[in-house]
């Protein structure tokens, strides 16, 4: 990473994570005309998705292609669901068009899940002549254990260093899940960290320390910056 990552504190979280995203999106359409971005999952970005939808009403959806940063390993119409999180506060308020929607399939087996959606960002990379598919912002949260996507502490996808989506078994949670490894997550152009104010002060000085025993401290793109939105 060029250099170290941009903290913004704000009271603002809300209205300034949907600015911020919608920034980028029309920087990238006005450069490459297309918006490559990666949803996170959880309950912290609800709220801006929400913001997004009703701030771009008439925005060029089909310029934009949503990838999906992790999913749990269950059916799109589970209330676990990132992709349903995402579809009712986003892609339907907003009219999303489905072709512009990459779903990580969480209802199938978990191998053949991640398998699919490599091959898919790999197939869209190679009609760009690049080796890996490249996205413009991945969003990302912060659980409590420093786990960021579906990497989590001691998890063996944390450790992936060849593919770019993994299915990796988080005992913690004794469940599945899908998720970016670093590698992909570090070829981003952006990477915007939503981090609500009820997250532990502690435990973010230590990631933004560089502490290693936390997954998301490994976050560092090397052509790409690093911004963390915290919330106050
Ligand atoms: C998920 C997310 C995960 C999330 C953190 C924070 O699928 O759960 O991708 O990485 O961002 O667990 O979750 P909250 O926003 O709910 O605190």
Redesign the pocket.
Known sequence: MKSSPQVIRTQNFVTDGAAFILEQARRAIAERNEFRIAL?????PAPIYKRVAIEAQDFPWTSVRFTF??E?CVPPDNPQS?FRMARENLFVPAGVPEQSIMRLRGEIDPQMAAQEYEDELNALAAERGEPMYRHDLIL????EDG????LFPGTTALDETTRRVAANFVPKLDAWRLTFTLPLINDARHVLFLV?ASKSPQLIERVLAGDQQFPAARVKPMAGAVTWMIGD
Do not use: K
């Open positions: 996170s999952g959880g309950n912290t940063g992790d749990r990132n990302l949260g912060l659980g786990h960021t996507a579906s609500g």
